[in-house]
């Protein structure tokens, strides 16, 4: 099959999914991108301007089938493009939406980006999220600014999306195991935390402040990789946290290459996040399956990516409730018990688990059948 991708935003975690599952996948993509940046100008402009590259290299006849991300006005896209493009069967795949995108302030929100998302699903004929969570929180967003509309809320269109939802998680590139979670604690050295997020203020800078300080306020000996990417407006937090922890800083800012990020983990003991905006976890997931302890809060995707609802005393280990106080209480906990036989179990299963759902090898194949089927359907085919 010929898949045409669109892809307005072509970085991070929306650039690593198309590479890796067109890496492989036994279909033939042609992929037009956008570069990552300005994502408010990519939502609004990103149909027009693939409308107008399309219309001079390529018609309907060259493809069987779209596949867009979330930042694609799928609605606009297939208003603006020749009858044979716009024929072609749709996927519209949701990173993550923007009604569940936390704002610095509850006013700042712009729902007209949320109503794209919406739109954008009606026009596709299938939807598919990263997770349940995403899927989730976008209709909970979505009901709850329907009924603030003035009149004519769409509730039946509401209920036909839901009809042609899936939840489709990406595919994770495992690799090797970066380090080894040894039966043989070592005594007296720190424990080592690597927070590995962008460098925004919906992954909670703020809190990871407040968490450091707690770490030092209870005498608990640590070392910490802060690392991500950086972008021109950097939140306060991160020049405080600098700071104030020189000495427990290991390695600080953005990692060149993914060698460098992969000693960061390599290095590491626990993987901590502090988000408030995490639809799927890749970075978590990763670290998990390189051998690092997750320590995440109790929300977002965090729970689905750990399996709790199979295996709830994972809950207990490597969950806390989103304060600095449960925060430090878990760390001393870890620290404490690296080399305890029953949590490196518990890390050993949890492993086998990411890595037999989200490796690409299995995910290729899977997602290939699934747009296949779009196609199929959308022929008439049995």
Known sequence: MRILSLQPYFGGSHKAFQTDWQRHSRHQWEVLTCAPRHWKWRMRHAAVYFAEQLASRFSGQDFDAIFCSDFLNAAEFRGLVGE???????????????????????????????????????AADQVWFNSSFNRDSFFAGLE????????????????????????????????????EISSVAEANRPVNLVWASRWEHDKNPRLLLEALRALKTRGIDFRINVIGQSFRRVPDEFPQIQAEFCGEIRRWGYQESRSDYQ????????????????????????????????????????????????????????????????????????????????LIEQHSRLQNELRGDLDWGTRAPLMDDKIEAVVRYARGDS
């Open 84 to 122: 044979s493009l716009r024929g072609l069967p749709m996927v519209v795949y949701f990173h993550e939406n923007q009604f569940a995108y936390p704002s610095r302030r509850h006013d700042e929100r712009d729902l007209h980006f949320g109503f794209t998302n919406f739109t954008s699903c009606l």
């Open 263 to 342: 000693v960061a983990l390599a290095e590491s003991d626990i993987f901590i996040s502090t988000a408030d905006h995490e639809f799927f976890g890749i970075a978590a997931a990763e670290a998990i399956l390189g051998g690092l302890i997750p320590l995440l809060p109790s929300r977002l995707a965090y729970p689905e990516l750990l399996r709790v609802d199979l295996e709830p005393s994972r809950k207990q280990l490597f969950l806390y409730d989103g304060s600095a106080e449960d925060f430090t209480d878990k760390v001393d906990f870890l620290a404490k018990n690296l080399g305890n036989e029953s």
């Open 144 to 179: 709850k600014a329907c009924g603030k509309w003035p009149d004519y809320q769409p509730t039946d269109s509401i209920q036909r999306i839901k009809t042609k939802c899936h939840v489709e998680p990406p595919g994770i590139v495992s690799g090797q195991t970066l380090r």
